[in-house]
């Protein structure tokens, strides 16, 4: 890629030779990447031709948008608990990830800084364990979770509560090996020094670990995030009284009936969906390199 | 990461982290364990164990009233131990790997378990509860009006909402003058001064029960219809909105001979022990069964049955490619573009990856219903705008093919970063010197690049397989396990075997929990043996020992 001869440059006229190996050098890179950008986006095109359309079907909709009306818009929130649904999902993926990257922030502090027995069994579990789906037990889940309802409703079904548990269940198993790696990456010194002065094991995280991995914590949160959003088995199962559905749940409802009329407000509720994700996202770009190469998967 | 920072050799002198003893740990005498208690440290410990100890005794009341006592004394003994670990100096590490680990053993670990035991019984629709239950269904739903039945005027009640809460049936009998309350429970006396009872003879409101109106009982028609009230000798039955009877079973479990009979017809159905059903000597099942445990027999039918072990097997292939293709298509595209994209004489690099990551950040469960609509063979947009006609998800391979299309529209953003990424981690030094000794740009790839890649996103692509390997959303959104062959309606061509389980265990056909789970466990044991092979080659598992 980088083999090509620096000497091609000098000579950049406006000779067609030239025009030649300007594009065999960096022209066809752009043509590669005006490609890939149409594949990306124009699915992304199509949502917002749909949610502009004034028609709302799925038939009438073309991938440049044909018109110009918030109709979509304004029929989610009056004929959906659009709002309900919009705010479950983030009241439940802001706090579940935020409550999953502290447990296992804790435990990777553990496995990284300190020797104990079973240090390597735990660890190894844990791998193991973060390769079991939870979904694979959604049956004895569903059978649980019939008893707790019978027992605590406010935990059951149809409460976010139950949901809320059952994410955190994962929470060991997903992050905690990302995390390890960036606190074994932490030079013990600063520890030590600060254990040398007086500090005690829960001062030197929280004051000192939990600050320096600060960037890291953010990008898992994100993505634990993005993961809880995106759930849709679980939550089927447990949430099936209207105002209480995650917005996939609801929004699946929406379109698994009624397909063709339903899809104009289909589309406009994706759009709103993606707009608190795609803003994180872009702000925390720099630190996703970083994060993602050193072993996150998007859940 | 840089694991040799953690070894155990240099963690010698570090205190509290001293290296593995013979038996047990010991938290050895250091200034970190003797730091003087802070102020905040105490206020948030008591804070957070007295909010322990409030969510202990708000679950307890619930378990002692329903006599719960295992779940009680499990209760009791984690809430000890939490008090126990946390007041105590000792045992540092567990203070740190405790609130995760309870977690995972209640909502992750023991729903495993429990799934396990399911796969050795023949659990699902027919067989739910115990013997008694199914003799007593049995019964009640066998209940005629015969000559002579009690008639009692009705009233439709509920203790909770009127829309959705438990209904209860408020009967009185018009010569006796005695008014019940009756659910699926049994039939309760209820005190004459505690209910209002119209001239009509109509109970129209009882302390403690709503009474629904006209519209509100019409709305729940098939619930009052559907509820059985069972008595000593027979059940009450609803008869329209106003008007119960109190039948007779006309079928009778009957213990000498173990078997149900028929007083009318005289057909009898005796008890099948090792299926849990009652059958009839021309093999006639009742639908009301019982769950028993069937041994491996859920085991040997999905390797045997060849309704079962065929879609199975199958689906087991087509699971792997799906695996394989979502992961190596992104990865290849994904590199390409990165490798495309990755030249000092660039420009505008940050805006083609601005917009190339777009569909990352969308959320996938709708945009993977957006590509469901988008290949609708007669408005979708794919068929539109390259002047096709073709039914995308109604021909086996046309489906694979789709699915696959939409896993590397919505994975590639992803390998495109981590490529990215890795790609600057590589010292151009590398692909320079390569060049310098006469390398054609392929030769330096192949021997350069590609290796050093592959070893850093290696576990990125396991992780990946294992994620696509069990990836439900991406089918049933999308093709919903179809198309199926007309001969058999449970397992589609382009079915997963998890979304194969889901629809095992909640689909329209019926729910069987028992089989659902025993796939299930095939799952667990692929995706385990496929992860312990790889991570074994990895520096993940290396990371272990450190």
């Known amino acids: 890629m980088t083999t090509l001869s620096d000497a091609a440059v000098a000579d950049r006229a406006g000779t067609g030779k030239s025009k030649g190996r300007w594009f065999a050098q960096v022209g066809w890179r752009h043509l590669v990447g005006v490609l890939a950008v149409a594949f990306s986006l124009f699915p992304i095109l199509f949502v917002i031709s749909a949610a502009l359309n004034p028609l709302g079907t799925l038939s009438s909709t073309e991938l440049l948008p044909t018109g110009a009306s918030l109709e979509n818009f304004t029929n989610l929130f009056q004929k959906t608990p659009f709002a309900h649904w919009f705010l479950n999902s983030l009241l439940l993926a802001g706090v579940a990830s935020f409550a999953s990257i502290f447990l296992s922030a804790l435990a990777a502090y553990a496995f990284s800084r300190m020797r104990f027995a079973g240090r390597r069994v735990g660890l190894l579990a844990l791998l193991l364990i973060q390769m079991f789906p939870q979904f694979l037990a959604i049956v004895a889940i569903f059978l649980i979770f019939t008893t707790v309802t019978g027992l605590w409703p406010a935990i059951g079904f149809n409460t976010p509560w139950g949901l809320f548990l059952l994410y955190m269940g994962t929470a060991l198993g997903a992050n905690t090996w990302l995390m390890k790696g960036f606190f074994d990456t932490l030079p013990k010194e600063l520890d030590e020094s600060a254990t040398m002065d007086g500090a005690s094991h829960a001062q030197v995280f929280f004051r000192i670990m939990l600050p320096l991995v600060a960037p890291i914590l953010a990008v898992t949160g994100l993505l634990a995030f993005i993961g809880s959003i995106n759930e849709f088995i679980i939550a089927n199962v447990f949430l099936t009284e209207p105002d209480s559905k995650t917005l996939a749940v609801g929004m699946f409802g929406m379109v698994a009936g009624e397909r063709n009329n339903n899809f104009g407000m289909f589309a406009a509720g994706t759009l709103l969906t993606a707009v608190p994700t795609v803003l994180v996202f872009q702000l925390l770009q720099r630190y996703i390199v970083s994060g993602l190469t050193a072993g996150a998967v998007k859940g | ?546």
């Open chain 2, 1 to 546: 990461m840089s694991t040799s920072l953690s070894g155990p050799g240099s963690a010698e002198q570090a205190p509290g982290r001293e290296p593995v003893r013979r038996g047990l740990p010991r938290t050895p005498r250091t200034a970190r364990n003797h730091a003087p208690i802070t102020a905040t440290g105490l206020v948030v410990k008591v804070v957070l164990l007295g909010l322990v100890a409030g969510i202990a005794i708000w679950a307890a009341f619930p378990l002692v009233e329903a006599e719960h006592w295992v779940g009680l004394g499990i209760l009791a003994a984690t809430t000890a131990g939490l008090f126990y670990l946390y007041l105590s100096r000792r045992h540092i590490p567990a203070k740190y790997l405790v609130p995760g680990t309870i977690f995972l053993i209640a909502c992750q670990v023991f729903p495993v378990l429990y799934t396990a035991s399911t796969a050795f019984t023949n659990f699902g629709d027919g067989h739910r509860g115990t013997k008694d239950d199914a003799i007593v269904a049995i019964q009640t739903s066998s209940v005629r009006q015969v000559p002579g039945s009690t008639e009692y005027s009705l009233s439709i009640a509920t203790t909770g909402d009127p829309a959705t809460g438990p209904l209860v049936f408020l009967l009185s009998d018009p010569k006796t003058r005695e008014v019940f309350a009756g659910d699926a429970g049994g039939l309760r006396k209820l005190d004459a001064g505690d209910v209002t009872v119209s001239a009509t003879g109509k109970i129209t409101e009882a302390a403690g029960y709503t009474v629904l109106n006209f519209g509100q009982a019409s709305g729940r028609s098939k619930d009052i219809t559907d509820l059985v009230v069972p008595t000593a000798g027979g059940a009450v039955r609803s008869n329209g909105l106003s008007r119960a009877y109190e039948g007779k079973a006309v079928r009778a479990y009957d213990a000498g001979c173990d078997c149900v009979k028929d007083s009318e017809t005289g057909k009898t159905w005796t008890a099948d022990p090792a299926n849990g059903s009652f059958v009839a000597a021309d093999g006639e099942r009742l639908a009301q069964g019982w769950k028993v445990n069937v041994g491996l027999k859920n085991f040997t039918r999905v390797l045997t049955d060849p309704d079962i072990s065929g879609p199975f097997f199958g689906t087991l292939l087509w699971n792997f490619a799906f695996a394989i293709g979502s992961t190596g298509f992104t990865f290849l595209l994904g590199m390409a573009i990165a490798l495309a994209l990755h030249s000092p004489r660039m420009r505008g690099t940050n805006v083609y990856r601005v917009l190339l990551i777009l569909p990352y950040a969308m959320p996938s469960f709708a945009m993977l219903l957006v590509w469901r609509d988008m290949f609708n063979t007669d408005f979708g947009l794919v068929n539109d705008l390259f002047g096709l006609h073709i039914d995308w998800f109604g021909g086996t391979w046309s489906a694979r093919i789709a699915v696959l299309l939409v896993q590397l529209w919505l994975g590639y953003p992803y390998m495109f970063l981590v490529a990215t990424g890795a790609l600057q981690a590589i010292p151009r030094e590398l692909t320079e010197a390569t060049s310098v000794d006469g390398a054609s740009p392929w030769q330096s790839f192949r021997a350069v690049t590609l290796p050093l890649l592959l070893v850093a996103l290696s576990p990125l692509l396991i992780a990946s397989f294992a994620y696509n390997f069990n990836n439900v959303n991406a089918i049933l959104f999308t093709t919903e396990g179809g198309p199926f062959a007309p001969d058999n309606p449970r397992n589609g061509a382009t079915d997963l075997l998890i979304t194969y389980t889901y629809r095992l265990a909640f689909g329209a056909q019926g729910a069987e929990y028992g089989l659902a789970t025993t796939v299930s466990i095939f799952i667990f044991a692929i995706v385990a043996i496929v992860a312990a092979i790889s991570f074994s080659r990895t520096r993940k598992q290396e990371e272990v020992y450190s």
